[in-house]
Structures are given as C-alpha cells and as structure tokens.
C-alpha cells in the first residue's frame, strides 16, 4: 500500500475509534474544570493534526465555552486564513440581523400601456429585486411555474397579446456578474453563476448527456425545454463500458455557448448544471417563450431596459401592476444557502445588503447594490459582534473568493455574538439554518453513527483547493454550549482526511464533561 495510502487510513481509523467509544451517562462521568478540558483537547488536537499528513498544512482552531466565555483551546487564532464558505456564516448572520428573517424579495410584472381588444399597446416590464428563488428553491421540478402564473394574470385582465417587448429592470442591483477575485475555471458551473436583480433557475440550464451506441456522439438535452438563449456545442462521445467516463463542459466566456466533451457509457447519463450569461436576457427570454406556451402573443423581443431608453414611472397610472411573486422568507432562503452552501444565494443576499446601508453612510466609490456596499453592511454586523473588522477582509458573500481573509477568533466572535443576540428571533434562527451533524445538508455524511456529535453539532462547511473549514456550535457531554473555528489552509492532504481531522476535534468537544462554573451562573443560554 502506498505510504499516502497507510496515512489516509490512519486518519480514518482514529475517527472511526473515536466515533465508535461509547459516550457513558454524563452523570457517571467526573466533571472537567475549563483547565482540565483545554488540556484534554489539546491532547487530542495535538495527536490529530501534528502528523505526517498534514506538514506543511496552516492550522487556525479557537474553541469557546459560550456560558463562561472562557477559551477552551486557541491556535493561531488572530493569523489570517481563507475561509472559504464559512463566510457564508458572515453574509447569513448579516442579513438576518438587518432584513430579519421575515424578509421576503417581491418581483413585479408591470404594464406601461393601455390594454384594448385583448392587447397591452406597450411593454411589459418586470422590475427584480434580488430574489434567487425564481426557478429554484422548491420549484425546480417546474421551474417555470411562476412565468405560468403571471400568465394567467394577464389573461384575468383581458390581455392575450403583447404589442411592445417583455423588458428585464435589474437596476436594483449592482450589475457586475461575478464576484471579485473568482477563478475564471469556475464559470462554467453552478457554484459560480452570475449575480443580478433578476435571476431564473439560479441562472443555469440543466443539462443531461446520454449515452447511444458505441462510438456516437451522446443525445444532450436540456430544461428548461432546450431553450435556445444557449447553443450547445455536441462534442461528446459513447464509450465502451470498460472505458473511463469523463464530464467535461465548457461555456465559452462572456458567450452562451457551451462546448459538451463529456465521454460516457452505452446508456449512461450524466448531468450538470450550466451557468448562463445576463441573467436579465435569460430571465425575460424564457418569460417570453412561457408567455407564447400559454397563449400570449408577442410582438417584441426580450430586452434589458437600460437597452431600450424606457424610463418607467412605477406606481403611476401609465406604469400599473399587473402580477408579482413574493418570495419565502428569508429564514428559509438562508437555510437553503447555507445546508447546501449555495452560493448565488449568499451573493444575491449581500447585494441586498447594500440597500440596507444609510445612503449619507456610503463613499461614492461604492455603487448602489453592490458587492462592496454589501460587505460594508457585514462589517456593521461584524463591529456590534466586537471583531476588530481592520484585519477582517471580505470581497463576496459567498466565500468562492481567496481574496477573503479571516481569523478564528473573528468567526468565533460572531458566533458568540449571534448566540447571545438580543433578538432571539435572530438567534434561532441562525442556529437553525445550520446543518446538523449526521443529519442533513452538508453535514449529512458526517458525524453519523454513535458519534457524540451526531444530531449535536450545527456547523457550516468551507470548502476550496487546498483549504478546508468547519465553524458552529456543539454540545459538550454535559450539555455545554461551545463554539468553534477550525480552519486548515495549504494542505496537499486529501479533502476526506482533513474532514476527518476535523471530525475527530469535534468529537473530542461533544466529549468533555464540562462541569459549570461559578463565571456560568446567570448567562444566557442562547438558542
């Protein structure tokens, strides 16, 4: 066996004898002081991460009693790490505390026309606000059903046809498409799809390759019903069964237009979610086509209102409401963002944050709607969670950006912070919107089993080349709340055994018998 081989499956067994000890009644167990239990741990961190595996990996761990204050364990808590998508824990806690978890988008259709004989003699126009669910969320299994919806609207008030175009206003938000910093090898996929005030399908298409004989380019299909605003470019190929089936897709930048050399099997599948380009073009032109699905005749095209020099005056009897989708509440959009670490969500929430920052508050360098505007927001939140925000850098919501830089303390800081938040509305829910270990989202496959941390531990996940993440809150054995940062850049490491590393700290946590303090008494105790 490989020595890389013999090391991974160090790693794995040492988590599955951790995982495996049963964990005895917390009444049965001697309690530890703060002392005892940060000795305990150290121990057990020391054993896990000092090994062969992870040399030359950065470490950044800080561990805190949520009761006490007291720090459990800290190792270079105050240096920089990429945090990949625990800034997502950032943008979340951002956006609850300042929208709430009420909050819903509203996205709404207007007619700038009069209607006559069944026919709106003018555009229709459809003013987004940021809303990403659109398509997605709950709908993907019939991502057009809000388009339908609208549809219906219109023929309630008489209008089967549209004289003028079906016109996208994203000016909202910000219109820069990708994040700052993103690696232009991502996007092609959904982790990196565009950003705008107006978003369908989480602006992708969803594509299937299937394979036919031997030797065939594959059948490639996409919904929604292979719409045209994309042209596909079939390069793929069926491959005999013992060959190796390879996904490959490319959507040429700043085009949409999608090369396919995916190699697979006589009747394999495989499927991919495709990224797409102007997301307003995207959403009004499958607008456009459900409109003619249902019975709507139009005239015009699809087009983006800074295109076409109209100026509409909403809520004035020339420019009238004619259909509009609300969103879930926030509460549910964040839950989703952050158990499937879905990053359009987090980006199209920190856009919306920027609306939420006082206008006499902002430098003029910092456009309305904006990612950086949004940051400023976070950093708000940031300041009443006490992190020294001049060593904090964020340039996302997301966190696909190595551009991002945080310290374990800081993260912790806000854990804290959300934990003890004097709203408790806030506070549940943050915690709710976590993944629980061996459970769900991210954290499904994780913790499973016996593992003191099965069902206990709520943590968000980062994940990047060479950078691993784990951040949130987990129960000692006799039921102390303890928050945790465990950052690990520049491994050359597999992704499974620095999870597994990971694991093991948390585990240890779930473990310790803390015993209460005097410095406990009268603390809150959170969610």
């Not at 997502?88 to 978890?101: D, H, N, Q």
């Not at 004289?163 to 938000?173: E, H, K, V």
């Not at 950003?195 to 036919?212: C, Y």
């Not at 409109?291 to 420019?319: C, F, H, K, M, Q």
Request: aromatic letters at 8%.
């Amino acid at each position: 066996m490989p020595v890389s081989s013999l090391f991974r499956a160090g790693t794995v067994f040492l988590l599955l004898v951790l995982t495996a000890r049963p964990v005895t009644d917390a009444s049965a167990q001697t309690p530890f002081s703060e002392t005892a239990a940060g000795e305990r741990l150290a121990e057990a961190i020391t054993d896990t991460i000092e090994t062969k595996t992870f040399v030359g990996a950065f470490w950044g761990i800080h561990v805190v009693n949520l009761r006490s204050g007291a720090v459990l364990y800290s190792r270079n808590a105050d240096k920089n790490f990429v945090p990949a998508s625990n800034v997502k824990l950032f943008t979340t806690a951002a956006g609850l505390e300042r929208l709430g978890p009420d909050f819903r988008y509203v996205t709404t259709a207007y007619a700038d026309g009069p209607v006559k004989d069944g026919t709106l003699k003018g555009n229709l126009i459809v003013r987004g606000a940021g809303d990403p669910t659109i398509g997605g969320y709950e709908q993907r299994d019939a991502p057009t059903q809000v388009f339908r919806q609208w549809a219906d609207s219109l023929k309630a008030q008489g209008i089967t046809h549209v004289a003028g175009n079906i016109i996208g206003d994203d000016d909202r938000l910000d219109e820069t498409p990708l994040g700052r910093g993103w690696s232009w090898s991502d996007i092609t996929y959904a982790y990196a799809a565009q950003i705008g005030a107006l978003v369908f399908n989480e602006n992708t298409i969803d594509m299937e390759v299937r394979g036919r004989r031997v030797g065939q380019s594959a059948r490639i299909t996409w919904e929604p019903f292979n719409t045209d605003y994309v042209t596909v470019v079939n390069r793929s190929r069926t491959v005999p069964s013992r060959a190796d089936e390879d996904e490959e897709y490319q959507r040429l930048m700043g085009t949409n237009t999608i090369h396919v050399e995916t190699t697979v099997h006589p009747n394999g599948r495989a499927s991919e979610s495709i990224t797409i380009s102007n997301p307003t073009l995207y959403f009004t032109h499958i607008l456009r086509r459900v409109l003619l699905e249902e019975g709507i005749s139009v005239d015009g095209r699809a087009a983006d209102l800074d295109a076409t020099g109209t100026r509409p005056s909403y809520g004035t009897d020339a420019v009238r409401q004619v259909a509009s989708y609300t969103s879930p509440p926030l509460a549910d959009i964040v839950q989703t963002l952050n158990h499937e670490s879905q990053n359009l969500y987090a980006e199209q929430l920190l856009r919306t944050l920027a609306r939420t920052v006082p206008p006499d508050s902002v430098d003029e360098d910092l456009k309305p709607g904006s990612s950086p505007l949004g940051v400023k927001a976070v950093r708000e939140t940031l300041g009443a969670a006490e992190v020294d925000t001049s060593r904090v850098e964020l340039v996302d919501g997301s966190g696909l950006s190595r551009q991002n830089l945080v310290q374990p303390r800081a993260l912790v800081r806000l854990l804290q912070h959300m934990w003890l938040h004097p709203n408790p509305t806030v506070s549940s829910a943050f915690y709710d919107v976590l993944p629980e270990g061996g459970e769900d989202g991210t954290l499904e496959y994780r913790f499973q089993g016996t593992a003191p941390a099965n069902g206990n531990v709520r943590a968000k996940t980062g994940t990047l080349s060479n950078t691993s993440a784990l951040g949130g809150y987990v129960e000692s054995s006799t039921g102390t709340p303890i928050a945790f940062s465990l950052f690990c850049n520049h491994h050359t490491a597999d992704g499974d055994q620095v999870r597994s590393a990971q694991d093991v700290i948390v585990n240890t946590i779930a473990r310790l018998p803390l015993q209460r303090t005097n410095a406990e008494s009268g603390t809150a105790d959170g969610p």
